[in-house]
């Protein structure tokens, strides 16, 4: 079959719950789902004085360094390790917040901390890949190995083995396939077209894709990105906090919240997660919960075992 112009029709899915999401029956009668992730990153990114083969394409400043080490780069990843994990998680346990630090495994393992302290305040850490690295194109040996490093780094740091996974920007096609064949993953976050979870076959098994965001996301205070001062952030997850919450009082929802460590961390920029945490643990039928205990709930809803 074909579309005026020769084009095929669209392979994927863009029909998704419609007008008739299921219930997901959220504990204790809660209408919104809220999830707070924290990407750990510090340490991943392409340096070539890590031995990379070149730098970080988008640093802070936007001015590409090639061919020579990017000390700049470097010292601004390295604030979020050194200054704004404490910072963060702080702020987190003052509200008793629990989030999902999702960790790339080459940053663990040059810092333990950044997976052993969440893991030991009763967070969730989850796997980021090896490298903070798009998958698109990777072979799939390659990545096979890298998700196995990245787990063995983790569950080391922090005591437990990761359930669940998000890569940067692009997956590959190979990528749910190879999570679900690794044998101990419960979800992926590496989709951003809904406000509800679902239940996925892959090779013949049962898993579970957790939606992400990339506007509800401290990334756009990148330079041009839209947010300037905390109260930008704020106000812009607020804004879909409530919209959401309006919509759940027919139909529950979920809602992720995006952080990077030396991003949200900076001291700037703190002050807009602080008023998001006190407005949204002040709101009543809110389920603010680690990413596995939702993958987890979601999977019981299917009779499925945790």
């Known amino acids: 079959m074909t579309i005026p112009g020769g084009m095929p029709p669209a392979f994927r899915d ?23 992730v924290v990407n750990v990153e510090e340490g991943a990114e392409l340096s070539i004085a890590s031995g990379d083969e070149r730098n970080e394409g988008v640093p802070e400043t936007r001015q590409l360094v090639e061919g020579h080490p990017d000390p700049c780069m470097e010292t601004h990843f390295a604030y979020g390790a050194r200054v704004a994990l404490w910072r963060v998680m702080d702020l987190l346990d003052s509200y008793g917040v629990k989030a999902t630090f999702s960790c790339c495994g080459r940053a663990v393992a040059a810092t333990p901390a950044l997976a052993a302290a969440p893991a030991a305040g009763g967070h969730e850490v989850s796997a980021h890949g090896w490298r903070w690295e798009s998958h698109a194109g990777m072979a799939e040996a390659t990545e096979r190995a890298v998700i196995a490093r990245t787990v063995a780094v983790l569950a080391e740091q922090a005591g437990a083995r990761p359930v669940g996974w998000h890569t940067k920007s692009a997956a590959s096609v190979n990528t749910r396939r190879l999570l679900v064949e690794e044998g101990g993953f419960l979800y992926d976050s590496d989709a951003y077209d809904d406000d509800l979870p679902r239940l996925v076959a892959v090779a013949g098994r049962p898993h579970v894709v957790l939606p992400y965001a990339f506007d509800t996301n401290d990334m756009r205070f990148a330079p041009g990105q839209g947010f300037v001062q905390p109260t930008d952030f704020s106000d812009y997850c607020i804004g879909a906090f409530d919209w959401l919450m309006r919509e759940a009082r027919t139909s529950p929802k979920m809602m992720s919240v995006g952080l990077h460590l030396r991003t949200i961390g900076r001291p700037g920029r703190i002050r807009g997660l602080e008023l998001l945490l006190d407005y949204v643990t002040r709101q009543p039928g809110v389920w603010i919960a680690r990413r596995r205990d939702i993958a987890t709930h979601w999977r019981a809803l299917s009779g499925l075992p945790a």
């Open 14 to 36: 863009l029909v998704g719950y419609g007008r008739t999401p299921p219930d997901p029956r959220w504990p204790d009668g809660a209408r919104l789902a809220l999830s707070f």
